[in-house]
Each structure stands twice: as structure tokens, then as C-alpha cells.
């Protein structure tokens, strides 16, 4: 799976749009960006995933670039729930056993 | 909104013990996981499964870890000789299949004195 590359750390103000980047310049054809964030020692959980056109649910938005070496997950309204560690992780769905390649993740803190 | 469920949420043992997590995965769900997460590092893979065998595992999976779906709701890491270095949290997982979001638990932290 391809390796992703995520700022350490990241601030936000309550309210207002949180915009996270991820390179992922290695990412082959049949490469899924996938998003999970951890609250606090917390399992992970999933927030959305994409192949290569913008996607969007109730949680976020994820833009990926046309050259999908890059992605941004977006979280419209930040509240202070959301703080937490976002992961950024590419995957392929034909892999037999599909494991997550957790990295260090973006600690995202919203501040009131 | 469906969870997957662990017990214990913690669990103490002594070194060289065995020990059995527990998991109920959701019920529409076909493939399993196990992570862990020693305290301060990250999140990492053990071993998936489906269809009743393992279908992929990590290297720190070796033949002191097993995992059983036993019924059709649990399913169960077994660690055979606890060590101090097991401590951690583990967290299993669930899909409904390869290509959707994983549903994790909320995971027991084992503590090996």
C-alpha cells in the first residue's frame, strides 16, 4: 500500500472549517484513500474513503486532486468533539486480507 | 447505530497466563479484525479473517496468538503465554467487505504484570 504523508498537528476554531491535507504521491491505480479518526484511546472510526471523485457524507467532504496524489478531509462546522487523531490511509479493496497501515495521523485540536 | 462490541474493557493477567478477548462483530458483517495499540504508538494490524480462516496476518501474529469465530456472533483473540510486552490495547473490527469503512470496537486494554 502506498505510504501517506500528514502534517504532526493541526488547530481549528470551533465552528469553522477543518481542512486536513494527505500526500499520497506513491498511489497506484487500485488505491483507496480512506479516512479514520481516534478521539482520545478510542477505536478508530471510519469517516469516508474515495477513489478519485470528491466524496461527501454526514461526517465530511474528501477532495481528492485529479492526479490523486494528494487528498483534503473536511469537516464543514468543527465542533470540540472533534479533536482527535485523523488518519489518512491508502488501501487496496483487492487485497486479500485488507489490513490498515495506521501512521502517525494529524492530531486535529478544536479550540473553543 | 450498530457497534462492535469487546470484553472485557479491561483485563489484568500475569505474565505467562493465557488470556481470551472477546468480540461480537455486527451481525451482517463477514470479515474480522484484530488490531492493537501499545500505549503511545500506533495502531497496528494482527489479523483478519472470513470464511472461517484467517486470511491475512501481520508478524507480530506468531504462534502465541489465535483467533475463533466459535458461533455465529463471537469472535476471539486467544493469547497463549502472556507476555509483559502484550500490553495494550486491542481493538476488533468489523466489514461488511473489503471495500467498506471498518467498524471498530471500543477495545480492552490488557495489562500483563
Known amino acids: 500500500d502506498a505510504k501517506t504523508t500528514q502534517p504532526t498537528s493541526m488547530d481549528c476554531a470551533e465552528g469553522r472549517a477543518a481542512n486536513l491535507p494527505c500526500n499520497h504521491s506513491t498511489i497506484s491505480g487500485n488505491e483507496y484513500v480512506y479516512w479514520y479518526r481516534q478521539i482520545h484511546s478510542q477505536g478508530p472510526q471510519y469517516i469516508i474513503h474515495?477513489?478519485?471523485n470528491n466524496e461527501t457524507n454526514e461526517m465530511a467532504s474528501l477532495i481528492i486532486t485529479e492526479d490523486r496524489k494528494s487528498s483534503t478531509l473536511i469537516l464543514p462546522h468543527a465542533t470540540l468533539r472533534d479533536t482527535a487523531v485523523y488518519y489518512c490511509i491508502v488501501k487496496s479493496q483487492e487485497t486479500s486480507g485488507s489490513r490498515l497501515t495506521f501512521g502517525e495521523g494529524t492530531q486535529l485540536t478544536v479550540n473553543p | 447505530e450498530p457497534e462492535v462490541t469487546q470484553t472485557p474493557s479491561h483485563q489484568v493477567t500475569q505474565m505467562g497466563q493465557e488470556v481470551i478477548l472477546r468480540c461480537v462483530p455486527i451481525?451482517?458483517?463477514?470479515?474480522f479484525y484484530w488490531y492493537r495499540q501499545i500505549l503511545g504508538q500506533k495502531v497496528e494490524f494482527l489479523v483478519s479473517f472470513y470464511n472461517n480462516e484467517i486470511s491475512e496476518k501481520s508478524e507480530i501474529f506468531d504462534d502465541q496468538f489465535s483467533v475463533e469465530r466459535p458461533d455465529g456472533s463471537n469472535f476471539t483473540l486467544k493469547i497463549r503465554s502472556t507476555k509483559l510486552e502484550d500490553s495494550a490495547m486491542y481493538f476488533c473490527?468489523?466489514?461488511?467487505?473489503?471495500?467498506?469503512?471498518?467498524?471498530f470496537g471500543s477495545g480492552t486494554r490488557l495489562t500483563v504484570v
Open positions: 474515495g477513489l478519485k
Open positions: 451481525s451482517n458483517h463477514l470479515y
Open positions: 473490527a468489523s466489514s461488511e467487505n473489503r471495500g467498506h469503512g471498518y467498524t
